[in-house]
C-alpha cells in the first residue's frame, strides 16, 4: 500500500498522558500535513511540514503540541498532558509539491480519545 | 473565523433525486478543491478547479468555479446511496496551503 500510513488507528490515553500520532507520507512525497476533526464538522489545518522543518504552524496550539518530521521515520504529532478536549480525529496529508494546486493525499486518521 | 463557509451543512434526499451544494468565501483563491470522505475515512480529493468560470465534470458530479473565484458549487445527478459522505471544499489561504470548510454532509436513502 503505497497511500498515507497512520497509526495507530485508534490511540486511548488517560488525562495528563502523552500521546503520539504518527505519519508515513506517499512514497515520494516530502510535505506533510496534520489536521483535526471533531465529530459532525470538518478539517482544521494545524501544521504543514518539510522535512526536518515546520513551515505552518500557526494552526496548532502553542501549548502541549508539536511536531515533527524527521529526515528519516515518519512524520510525529505530539500532545503532551492530554486534556478531554483534545479527543478528536487527527489527520495526515501529503503531497509531493507545495501549491495550491497541489493534491493532498490522507491517511485514514487516528482517532484519539481521552479518558 | 471560516474562511471557507459550506451549505447547507446537512442534506438527505432519496436515492435519484439532484442535489446542489455550496462553497462561499468572501475571499479569492487560486484553486479550489472538493473531496469527499466516508466515515471512519480520510478524505479524498475529487477535483481541483482553478480557472474562475470552469466547469469540471465526474460522471454524474458537476463542479463550477465561480467566475470571481469566491464560490463554488458541486451538483450531483440522480443521486445514488453510494454517493452520501460528507463534502469538502478547500481553498489556498495566502501562504498558498489549503484551509478547508465544515462540508456538507449528505445522506442518500435507497
Known amino acids: 500500500n503505497a497511500g498515507v500510513m497512520q497509526n495507530p488507528r485508534h490511540l486511548v490515553r488517560r488525562r495528563g498522558q502523552e500521546a503520539r500520532l504518527r505519519c508515513s507520507p506517499m512514497k515520494g512525497h516530502s510535505h506533510v500535513y496534520w489536521y483535526r476533526q471533531l465529530p459532525e464538522e470538518g478539517l482544521k489545518f494545524m501544521v504543514y511540514?518539510?522535512?526536518?522543518?515546520?513551515?505552518?504552524e500557526s494552526g496548532m496550539p502553542k501549548e502541549r503540541f508539536s511536531a515533527e518530521f524527521p529526515k528519516e521515520g515518519p512524520s510525529i504529532l505530539r500532545i503532551q498532558q492530554v486534556v478531554r478536549g483534545d479527543s478528536a480525529a487527527y489527520f495526515c496529508?501529503?503531497?509531493?509539491?507545495?501549491?495550491?494546486?497541489?493534491?493532498?493525499?490522507f491517511g485514514d486518521g487516528t482517532r484519539l480519545s481521552i479518558l | 473565523t471560516q474562511l471557507l463557509e459550506q451549505s447547507p451543512q446537512f442534506l438527505s434526499i432519496q436515492e435519484g433525486e439532484n442535489l446542489t451544494v455550496y462553497c462561499n468565501s468572501s475571499s479569492v483563491f487560486s484553486s479550489l478543491q472538493w473531496y469527499r470522505q466516508e466515515p471512519g475515512e480520510g478524505p479524498v480529493l475529487l477535483v481541483t478547479v482553478v480557472t474562475g468560470g470552469e466547469v469540471k465534470k465526474l460522471k454524474r458530479l458537476t463542479f463550477q468555479f465561480g467566475d470571481a473565484r469566491k464560490d463554488s458549487s458541486l451538483h450531483i445527478t440522480a443521486a445514488q446511496p453510494g454517493d452520501t459522505g460528507l463534502y469538502l471544499c478547500?481553498?489556498?489561504?495566502?501562504?498558498?496551503?489549503?484551509?478547508f470548510g465544515a462540508g456538507t454532509r449528505l445522506t442518500v436513502k435507497p
Open positions: 478547500a481553498g489556498a489561504d495566502n501562504n498558498n496551503d489549503m484551509r
Open positions: 511540514l518539510q522535512k526536518e522543518n515546520i513551515i505552518d
Open positions: 496529508a501529503s503531497s509531493q509539491w507545495r501549491g495550491a494546486n497541489q493534491p493532498q493525499h
